[in-house]
Nanobody
Framework: QVQLVESGGALVQAGGSLRLSCAAS??????????MAWYRQTPGKQREWVAT???????TYTNSVKGRFTISRDNAKNTVYLQMSSLKPEDTGIYFC?????????WGQGTQVTVSS
């Protein structure tokens, strides 16, 4: 099994940048073979998909973050990253990572990103 720990969230002003990290422990094999993604959840809304980094196909992003966010992964460190720039207040939320398909790994606590206007 894989355990996920997200970090890097903070309170930033609009226009600022953050880099989120998602460290996976447990099965390195399971982490490496799975396409991974970042999701975010805002109060009163369901968790929504933000970006995917597959193992063999192009990265994909939800329209609202294209050109501003970059997802990457370091399989040697079992870590997925989300570089966020030109942050907007609507990017505020709790950010989680998990795999894209099949039953999800147990969800981590997420990391809170708050963007002030």
């Amino acid at each position: 099994q894989v355990q996920l720990v997200e970090s890097g969230g903070a309170l930033v002003q609009a226009g600022g940048s953050l880099r989120l990290s998602c460290a996976a422990s447990g099965s390195s094999f399971l982490f490496r073979i799975n396409d991974m993604a970042w999701y975010r959840q805002t109060p009163g809304k369901q968790r929504e998909w933000v970006a995917t980094i597959p193992s063999s196909t192009p990265r994909t992003y939800t329209n609202s973050v294209k050109g501003r966010f970059t997802i990457s992964r370091d399989n040697a460190k079992n870590t997925v990253y989300l570089q966020m720039s030109s942050l907007k207040p609507e990017d505020t939320g709790i950010y989680f990572c998990n795999k894209v398909s099949g039953p999800p790994f147990p969800w981590g606590q997420g990391t809170q990103v708050t963007v002030s206007s």
